[in-house]
């Protein structure tokens, strides 16, 4: 069984939704949106992969999860160039031991973010 999960975002805030299974939890699709505009954050992969773990983090805890229970992250750039730019962003949010990752090049994104992120939660409930 399936569970769509949100968080408490204003109504029409276009962050995705996260379904709950068995077990886990699963986020895709986040990007940097600023929750008060609904709008991109302004500013490059830094900022913007700062304010999708945020959202990531906020979307988390509504639901009773915590970034210390993330299994798998999946990174979507725009250009490998901003690799190390995210990454020390990305440190600062995980905790070592990491939670395994996978980083991928991509043309384009939603909204023409520079950065996208999905998660996998281990979910305690399940």
């Known amino acids: 069984m399936r569970e769509v999960i949100q968080g408490d975002q204003p109504p029409g805030l276009p962050f995705s939704a996260g379904v709950r299974g068995p077990g886990v939890v699963y986020l895709s699709g986040q990007v940097g949106l600023d929750p008060d505009t609904g709008r991109l954050v302004p500013g490059g ?17 509504a639901n009773g999860l915590s970034m210390d229970e ?4 999946g990174v979507f750039l725009t250009a490998m ?12 949010h995980f905790r070592s031991p990491f939670p395994a990752r996978t980083t991928v090049a991509v043309r384009e994104l939603p909204l023409g973010a520079a950065v996208e ?4 939660v281990a979910d305690r409930r399940g």
């Open 45 to 61: 992969v830094a900022a913007q992969t700062a304010r999708t773990l945020e959202n990531i983090r906020a979307l988390l805890e």
């Open 70 to 73: 993330v299994l798998r992250v």
């Open 81 to 92: 160039e901003s690799f190390r730019e995210m990454n020390e962003v990305y440190a600062r």
């Open 117 to 120: 992120i999905e998660v996998t």
